[in-house]
Nanobody
Framework: QVQLVESGGGLVQPGGSLRLSCATS????????IGWFRQAPGKEREGVSC????????YYADSVKARFTISRDNAKNTVYLQMNSLKPEDTAVYYC?????????????????WGQGTRVTVSS
């Protein structure tokens, strides 16, 4: 079963930073669009950021623009989400997902593979 593995979550104070990682041994992530999503308690899962295949484009939700940065390390077959200036409202379980056509679709149902999630808690 193909699986993406997220890591890097944890507890951080407001204003702090975390870097999330998304990795797999099943395929080359650079061939796929990789999206980051999050689900806060009691809320629907929402898109946070996406990087298209071969790094042609990146996308960010308005709520995280200028604070979060998505990037790849192809040598490590890993996609990162650098999160700075974290706020309590960023508290959520963060998921990465891979989309075969590399286009960063809006619909979550278009993503082919998902990870199990990593929890981020922003609290003093």
């Amino acid at each position: 079963q193909v699986q993406l593995v997220e890591s890097g979550g944890g507890l951080v104070q407001p204003g702090g930073s975390l870097r999330l990682s998304c990795a797999t041994s099943a395929f080359t992530l650079n061939d796929y669009a990789i999206g980051w999503f999050r689900q806060a308690p009691g809320k629907e899962r929402e898109g946070v950021s996406c990087i298209s295949s071969s790094d042609r484009s990146t996308y960010y939700a308005d709520s995280v623009k200028a604070r979060f940065t998505i990037s790849r390390d192809n040598a490590k077959n890993t996609v990162y989400l650098q999160m700075n200036s974290l706020k309590p409202e960023d508290t959520a379980v963060y998921y990465c997902a891979a989309e075969y056509y590399g286009l960063c679709p809006i619909g979550q149902y278009e993503y082919d593979y998902w990870g199990q999630g990593t929890r981020v808690t922003v609290s003093s």
